[in-house]
């Protein structure tokens, strides 16, 4: 069972450009989490989503980011017209649908603005 | 507001020297705790977590974590400590979704440094 798989692992984006990460969540998890690393900081929470649906929304900033993940394929976050503050490593986690089970983390993409 | 403290922001050990990582929490229910390790450059690696049940947790790596509800607290510890140790480790509570865990907040993190 591989585990979660973010791509790519590294992106360079010019600033006004778009950046879309990738997740694919582990066989079997439905739940997904994004989450933003600044440098020096800990992981900050972006969104919760399961299938077609946007849980909790609460850490997304409301402008230029948004997030999906839908029936078939794996969950994206795109970030529009990318500001060098955006720079940061976003790592997605994905959990069961059952109690007491943690999500497993990918290794995350590092996202760099130029 | 939920919210985790780390309060050491650097420790350096010694190889074989014991270890503790201060994690407090703030949460206004039964609190899903976890602590992660990260290595520069890579994902979070879950060394233990805490649900229910024994308020002594046993992870991987030798490491182990104490709730004390009263306190407010999920250190870690790890009696003898190993070069390879070395790495930055993040203590983090679970928000509940009606038993489902639903996101995590971090600590900002202890960097802990290793002397030979």
């Known amino acids: 069972n591989a585990g979660v798989m973010q791509n790519p692992r590294h992106l360079v984006r010019r600033r006004g450009q778009e950046a879309r990460l990738r997740c694919s969540p582990m066989?079997?998890?439905?739940?997904v989490y994004w989450y933003r690393q600044l440098p020096e900081e800990g992981l900050k929470f972006m969104v919760y989503?399961?299938?077609?649906?946007?849980?909790?929304e609460s850490g997304m900033p409301k402008e230029r980011f948004s997030a999906e993940f839908p029936k078939e394929g794996p969950s994206i976050l795109r970030i529009q017209q990318v500001v060098r503050g955006d720079s940061a490593a976003y790592f997605c986690?994905?959990?069961?649908?059952?109690?007491?089970?943690?999500?497993?983390f990918g290794q995350g993409t590092r996202l760099t603005v130029v | 507001a939920q919210s985790v403290t780390q309060p050491d922001i650097h420790i350096t050990v010694s190889e074989g020297a014991s270890l503790e990582l201060r994690c407090n929490y703030s949460?206004?229910?039964?609190?899903?705790l976890f602590w992660y390790v990260q290595s520069p450059g890579q994902g979070l690696q879950l060394l233990l977590k805490?649900?229910?049940?024994?308020?002594l947790v046993q992870g991987i790596k030798g490491f182990e974590a104490e709730f004390k509800r009263s306190q407010s607290s999920f250190n870690l510890r790890k009696p003898s400590v190993h070069w390879s140790d070395a790495a930055e480790y993040f203590c983090?509570?679970?928000?509940?979704?009606?038993?489902?865990?639903?996101?995590?907040?971090f600590g900002k993190g202890t960097k802990l440094s290793v002397k030979p």
């Open positions: 986690a994905s959990s069961p649908n059952r109690i007491n089970t943690e999500a497993f």
């Open positions: 066989k079997g998890h439905s739940h």
């Open positions: 989503l399961q299938k077609e649906n946007i849980i909790d």
């Open positions: 949460y206004g229910a039964t609190p899903y």
């Open positions: 805490y649900f229910s049940g024994d308020t």
């Open positions: 983090a509570v679970g928000i509940n979704y009606g038993g489902s865990q639903g996101n995590l907040i």
